[in-house]
């Protein structure tokens, strides 16, 4: 019988400096409302004769740009977390990788409804496949981190943060109508 894997005691960050993580989680969400909420803003400012699927379009198209921003924030963050600190995932880490990938729902939905609905078609059809692909990612190296037997720990949120990033790019470069 051999004996169980074991790791280094992992040290846990639960601050950036002066800015507690438990206030960060609770800054990205709202962030992400007031982003949307200026969207709205200048969506019915600027817009004569607003309809519901340019509407759509506008939330969709920053909201995918935001996407990208937040993820390359959290990557960033994983890299300071488990590269420079070598710590582990925390509750507050956790949450804020909830909160992009809530984002990330929202988008799809938003692409869901004007392919649908509205029966609006992306430049390319492959933007549909990277747009899965960007959905898909967090959860897989959530499930890998989450069913390791030694567990990887942040490497599989600096790998997650980073796939989504890039498919992100390519989802914008591809989505254009």
């Known amino acids: 019988m051999s004996a169980p894997r074991t790791t280094r005691p992992i040290e846990t960050v639960d601050h950036l400096g ?3 993580l438990h206030r960060l989680d609770l800054a990205l ?6 982003f949307v909420a200026l ?20 939330l969709h198209n920053h909201l995918g740009r935001f996407t990208l921003l937040i993820a390359t924030l959290m990557f960033l963050l994983a890299i300071y977390i488990g590269l420079v600190r070598h710590a582990d995932v ?16 929202a988008e ?19 933007h549909l496949i990277y747009g899965a692909g960007a959905f898909l990612a967090l959860p897989f190296f959530y499930y890998v981190e989450r069913t390791s037997p030694k567990r990887p720990a942040m490497g599989s949120y600096l790998w997650g943060f980073a796939l ?14």
Request: proline content about 6%; some cysteine.
């Open 90 to 105: 925390t509750p507050y880490f956790l949450r804020g990788a909830y909160v992009v990938w809530g984002a990330l729902v």
């Open 29 to 34: 969400g709202l962030f992400i409302g007031g």
């Open 164 to 177: 989504m990033a890039g498919i992100i790019i390519r989802c914008l470069s591809t989505g254009v109508l």
């Open 108 to 126: 799809v939905l938003l692409g869901g409804v004007m392919y649908l609905i509205f029966n609006a078609r992306p430049a390319q059809d492959v």
């Open 39 to 58: 969207i709205l803003i200048g969506f019915f400012s600027q817009t004569a004769n607003p309809t519901p699927f340019a509407l759509v379009l506008a």
């Open 18 to 20: 002066p800015i507690s």
